[in-house]
C-alpha cells in the first residue's frame, strides 16, 4: 500500500505536534522513521493507522482519502502492546476471528505463524504472563495472521533482548519477501535502521 | 447477653430448621436485588462503555454529576419512586406501589448511578487501548463492544456486585414503596429493621446471618474467579 502525507498539520491544544508538508512510503518498501523523543513519530503512525483522524492536511492510501476498509489492511504493534486476557493462541486467532475466517483455516494460520515466531510452547499460556520479548512476538503474529497491506511497527524491538529481536527482524523480512507489504518502522536505533529499512526518514 | 445468646440459637434454628417465612423473606429480597442489578446491567454495561470512550463536548459535567449521583441516599430515591407510582403520579394508573415490581424500580434506579459510574471509570482508564487494538485488528463497532466487555468481564462482575451489595443492604427505598407488608413485600433489610423494633431478635440475627453469608459467598466466588489461571 503507498502513503502520501501532504501539508499534515496535528495539534494538541492549539499547540502544533507534528508539521509534514510532504512525505512518500513507496509501496513494499520498509522506511525506517527516526527521529528526536517528542519529533511525531507515534502520532504520524497513529494518524496513519486512521487511529487519529483529527488533524488538518492529506493521508492518502493508494490515492484516496482513509475510509473504514483501510483497517483490514493494516496492522499495527507499538512499544508496549496490549494483548488480550486470553491465551498466546486465543490472542493471534483473533483477527481471524473477527474477519469471519473458518475455523480450519484459523487452526492452520495460528499454528504456522506461532511456529514461524517461536513461540509454540506457549500456546496455551496465558497473555498477562509472558516476559516482554514474547508479549512482542504474539503481538507481531497477531497483527500479521490478518496479512496487512501496511505494518506500523511503533518501537516494536526497543526493551526486548537481542535473541528476540533477530527472530522478530528476520519474520518480518520473511513476511515482507511474501507479501511486498509497505512497512513503516519506528525506531532510535540507527543501526537497526540501516540494517533493516530499504530507505530512512529523520523527523525533527 | 442470655437474650442475646438465645437469639442466636433461635436464629441458627431458623436456618437448619428451614423456617419457611425466614426463607420466603430471603428468596423474595434475592429476586427483587438480583432483578434490579440485571435491568440495571442491561443499559448501564453499553452506556458505561460508550460514555467511557466517546469524546464530547460536556463530557466532564456528565461524569462529575454522575459520579456524584452514585451517593444519593436510598430514602430519597424511595420518596421519588413512591412519587411517581403512587395514585396521583404519573405512573399511578399502573398500580404498582406496594409490590415487588416497585421494589424492583426503586432499587434499579438506586444502583444504576453506582454502577453506570464504576464501569464508565474503569472503561475511561483502561478502555481506549483495548478499543484501538480492537479496530487495529480488523473488529468492527460491535465486536469492540464485545472485546471491551470480555476484557473488563471481571471488572465489570465486581462492580455489579457492588450494585448488589448496595441493594440487597438498603432499607430506606424498599420500605418506602414497598411497604413492608408480611408474605408481600417484606425483605431482609426491613424485616430486620422491623423485627429490632419490636424487640424480636431471634429472626433480625438469622436474616443478619444470612446477609453476611451471602456477602461472603459472592466474594469468594468473585476473587476465585478474577485469576482463574493461579
Not at chain 2, 433480625?204 to 451471602?214: D, K, N, P, Q, W
Amino acid at each position: 500500500m503507498e502513503i502520501t502525507v501532504k501539508n499534515l498539520l496535528k495539534k494538541y491544544n492549539d499547540k502544533t505536534v507534528l508539521k509534514i508538508l510532504d512525505l512518500h512510503f513507496t509501496k513494499g518498501q520498509i522506511t525506517g522513521l527516526l527521529g528526536d523523543n517528542g519529533s511525531g513519530k507515534s502520532t504520524l503512525l497513529h494518524i496513519i493507522s486512521g487511529l487519529d483522524l483529527d488533524y488538518e492536511g492529506e493521508v492518502l492510501y493508494e490515492g484516496a482519502c482513509f475510509k473504514e476498509e483501510n483497517r483490514q489492511l493494516i496492522g499495527m504493534v507499538s512499544q508496549k502492546p496490549y494483548l488480550f486476557k486470553r491465551s498466546v493462541y486465543d490472542n493471534i486467532e483473533y483477527p481471524l476471528k473477527v474477519r469471519g475466517v473458518p475455523k480450519q483455516i484459523r487452526q492452520e494460520k495460528v499454528h504456522k505463524l506461532m511456529k514461524n515466531m517461536n513461540i509454540e510452547a506457549i500456546s496455551r499460556q496465558r497473555a498477562e504472563t509472558l516476559s516482554g520479548g514474547e508479549a512482542q512476538k504474539v503481538a507481531l503474529a497477531r497483527a500479521l495472521a490478518a496479512r496487512p497491506a501496511l505494518l506500523l511497527l511503533d518501537e516494536t524491538t526497543s526493551n526486548i533482548h537481542e535473541d528476540a529481536v533477530l527472530t522478530i527482524e528476520e519474520q518480518l523480512k520473511v513476511y515482507h519477501q511474501e507479501t511486498n507489504c509497505t512497512i513503516i518502522f519506528v525506531t532510535h536505533n540507527r543501526m537497526q535502521a540501516e540494517r533493516f529499512c530499504d530507505q530512512c526518514i529523520c523527523l525533527n | 447477653m442470655n437474650e442475646i445468646a438465645n437469639g442466636f440459637i433461635k436464629a441458627f434454628w431458623m436456618i437448619v430448621s428451614f423456617d419457611p417465612e425466614l426463607y420466603e423473606i430471603i428468596i423474595r429480597s434475592l429476586v427483587v436485588s438480583l432483578s434490579a442489578v440485571m435491568i440495571s446491567s442491561l443499559f448501564c454495561v453499553p452506556l458505561g462503555i460508550w460514555l467511557g470512550l466517546k469524546r464530547f463536548k460536556g463530557k466532564q459535567l456528565i461524569s462529575r454529576l454522575l459520579y456524584a449521583s452514585m451517593s444519593t441516599p436510598s430514602v430519597v430515591i424511595g420518596l421519588l419512586i413512591l412519587l411517581m407510582l403512587s395514585r396521583r403520579g404519573p405512573f399511578g394508573f399502573l398500580g404498582l406501589l406496594y409490590t415487588p415490581s416497585a421494589m424492583i424500580i426503586a432499587q434499579t434506579v438506586l444502583v444504576t448511578p453506582l454502577v453506570l459510574g464504576l464501569i464508565y471509570h474503569t472503561v475511561k482508564q483502561r478502555g481506549r487501548q483495548i478499543q484501538q487494538e480492537g479496530l487495529l485488528l480488523g473488529a468492527d463497532s460491535f465486536q469492540v463492544m464485545i472485546l471491551i466487555i470480555r476484557e473488563f468481564k471481571m471488572d465489570f462482575l465486581v462492580h455489579l456486585i457492588a450494585g448488589f451489595s448496595r441493594a440487597i443492604s438498603e432499607v430506606g427505598a424498599v420500605m418506602i414503596v414497598g411497604g413492608n407488608i408480611k408474605g408481600s413485600t417484606r425483605v431482609m433489610t426491613t424485616t430486620i429493621a422491623l423485627m429490632n423494633s419490636m424487640g424480636e431478635y431471634d429472626m433480625s440475627i438469622a436474616l443478619g446471618v444470612v446477609l453476611l453469608l451471602i456477602s461472603l459467598l459472592v466474594n469468594i466466588v468473585v476473587y476465585k474467579e478474577a485469576e482463574p489461571w493461579k
